[in-house]
């Protein structure tokens, strides 16, 4: 039960932590490109334009990061994964669901199965949305031909 508890809690600090970051960086998209138009009315010289520049640019750079580390996916992914968690938790205290006629061992080890099947599931689909090595490697042709 304490590692379930640890689990849960993992999965929510990494939850808010992705969240924060995630709409941290669409705000800051936001208040940047409502920003040039502001900076193009307010000056007609070069530096007007250099700060337009300079704000799409902080537009581009805060949705390749967003983009790069996929926080809005791991955000709702995670949140998810953690909810399970608790869900499977409360069934398993209140003895409802697939609980309800086990006896408390059985329904620990149960509770332990569907504990690291979604632990499982959730590492599997993150993985999967690492790139991976080999899948960049280049292919080589041997050099006896």
Known sequence: MGHLDQTIAWFEAQSTRTRKWHFGLRFTQIVLASL?????????????????????????ICQGWDSLHHYGDHYVSWRAAAQ????ERFLYLVREGPYSRLSAEDGLHML????????????????????????AAPTSSSPNK
């Not at 009315?41 to 799409?56: E, K, P, Q, W």
């Not at 199965?113 to 899948?135: G, V």
């Open 36 to 60: 040039i138009p502001v900076s193009q009315v307010l000056a007609n010289d070069t530096s007007a334009r250099a700060i337009a520049a300079l704000f799409g640019a902080g537009i581009a």
């Open 112 to 135: 332990s199965d569907h504990a690291i099947s979604l632990e499982t599931a959730e590492a599997h689909q993150w993985q999967s949305n690492q790139p991976s090595e080999d899948k």
């Open 84 to 87: 399970q968690l608790k869900r």
